[in-house]
């Protein structure tokens, strides 16, 4: 699971983050759009060994070959429309033109969102140039399907959704990503549910595959691995991940590598939980990875794995502060406010880490999150454990490109929450990601017999909300500060007046004028802001929206009563998952966490919009390039920080895409 960095942790002003290592790197790279592009840097990659630079270095190309993956599975013309379109910007002779500038606008989004489809909103964007001169620049590139790429890119009836979450709607005819091939929502839902593993240690029935049904009306699987669906990519992933195999750091961690080469050339579903097991055993390595079909956000029934993947290593420093929540697991759980029949008796393998992100690729690149728990199967969380992490240097990059920029002034009540904010919020914004990911996800447990696929296309949304509950409620208990995480008892603040003012009123600015929510994070920080306004007390709320010289702020007018109110919706969330109370997680779903209110949402976007400020950020990565003697050994792996937005996208274009236009 995915903790994605909400709107207000990006416009916050950070106090005392990470230490800034590169003094010299300019952070903010690009804008365009409602987007902001930035840089950030990987600490300490110098006082890494030889052999761990090479290891980053062989499991950044891995990740990297994966890339045409995930623009294929968001739409199966998006990898047409990028290569077509980088033709045109390649060779198009009058730079200047407005219409090519327009071109070029249109191009930069594709490549932010892996497709012809926004990122966060999966709403379909529409090129600003025109379609006449788009047809007359394309033709040199571009023959038999021209007329079928021009109606996916200029009509906007055409494919507008990515994945469709609206209630009522069939979720597969609707939804223009290439999970599913000629299947409808139900036909899919009873695949499903006749091929379901239900025994002890289940395997996760299509996670890396493609429902297609073929000419005979039959439903068939199309497998991702080296000889099936995305050949092409997975043996290059694998060719890099040999050589990351020779240079691992330990005997455990070369066994997740061997696991994972040998899934990808296979596809079995066993081989993939051998891998997750040895993955969350390894605990030694300083180098770490993600690298495979991983979360399940783009499915529109929650199944099937996007390609993602991050190479990391650990923050030695930090991580003394997930290592203090990892080693008192078994406390959280049980004092949380949940009932104790959903509570796990004993607490296994939690740990977790801070980490220096080294490398992002698919679904964590350009936008990434800012901490993940994984692995996702429950019950490898229950007899294994799993691995949680926060992503220092990449919240790091995030305060350093957003300070000054008058976000709180404008939408914080009063001078007091921006004291709290630029006092404790990077501490209590980090901490909360580490309860959410280290202790959050792996809380609670599922009653005997009950799926994992119970709550469906809601499931996302009330997993993140749990998760997400769980740090909040947490986070202001005395335990933090008697473990030194936090300094008082005040500190827990600064973060519960974020998280109510951004989960009801700030992250409007990422939906368009008129339009529901549909992305999971973003439904349950509304969920839990608005159940928790719905149920305030109506004499004496504990908090509140109001309004004060025509504008509308969050007032908290008691904090330990809202704390209250997080347990009281968390051991009702926690039933819901524990149960696979299908109907409880609808009616939560729908009554707290889509519709929008009009008005304040217009409130929102011109307050916004008069900050000048992007809502959706994301990033570059590095360059890392080799350093070798004479004979051709690798001696140094060398990072720069230097390259732009649009140069590292067209080398990816021309060095990591392996598949065929169409797969």
Known sequence: MKHSLTLACAALLLIGCAKQTQPTINYNVDKFYDLEVLRYDVPDFDQLTLQQKKLVYYLSEAALQGRDILYDQNCRYNLAIRRLCESIYINYPDRQDPQFLLLEKYLKRVWFSNGIH????????????SREWFVEAAKPYCSDDLDTLVTVMFDPAVMPKRTNQAAGEDLLLTSANNYYQGLTQSEA??????????????????????????????????????????????????????KARDVAENDRQRLVIDRLIDFNRTGDLRTFN???????????????????????????????????????????????????????????????PTDPAYKKEQVRGVSAKVINAAILAGDCYPSTPIGINLPNANWIRREYGSKSVTIQNITDAYDKAAQGNGFNEEFMLSDAEVRLARTYGALTDNCH????????????????????????????TIEEARADLFGLYYIADPKMVELGILPDDEAYKAEYYRQMMNGAMTQLVRIEPGKDIEEAHMRNRQLIAHWVLAHADADRPEVEIIERDGKHYMRVNDYPGLRRLYGRLL???????????YDQAKDLVETYA?????DLHREMLE??????????????????????????????????????????????????SPLPTYN
Request: with cysteine; net charge negative; hydrophobic share 35%.
């Open 433 to 460: 990601t580490d309860l959410h990911e280290c202790l959050g996800h792996g809380s609670g447990k599922l009653l005997p017999g009950v799926s994992k696929d119970a709550l469906r296309e809601h499931a996302s």
């Open 607 to 656: 307050r916004y919009q008069r900050l000048n400020l992007a809502p959706y950020k994301g990033f570059v990565n590095p360059v890392y390039t080799p350093v070798t003697d004479a004979d051709g050994t690798i001696t140094d792996i060398r990072v720069s920080y230097t390259e732009g937005y649009v140069e590292q996208h067209l080398r990816y274009s021309r060095d990591y």
């Open 189 to 242: 839902e009873a695949w499903y549910a006749a091929h379901r593993d239900d025994s002890d240690e289940p395997l996760w029935v299509g996670l890396n595959a493609r429902l297609v049904k073929d000419a005979d009306g039959r439903i068939v699987e199309r497998t991702y691995r080296v000889g099936g669906l995305y050949s092409a990519a997975l043996e290059r992933v694998v060719y890099w991940l040999e």
């Open 274 to 336: 051998e891998y997750a097991i040895a993955w969350v055993q390894d605990l030694d390595s300083r180098v770490d990875f993600v690298n495979g079909f991983t979360e399940t956000y783009g499915d529109p029934l929650g199944i099937t794995g996007s390609w993602e993947s991050m190479v990391n290593f650990k923050n030695l420093e930090a991580t003394r502060r997930t290592t203090v929540l990892a080693d008192n697991a078994q406390w959280f759980e049980d004092n949380s």
């Open 594 to 598: 889509v519709r929008v209110n009009q």
């Open 118 to 129: 926004h990122h966060y909103s999966a709403d379909k964007f529409l090129p600003e140039c």
């Open 571 to 581: 051991a009702i969330i926690q039933q819901v998952t524990s149960t696979g109370d």
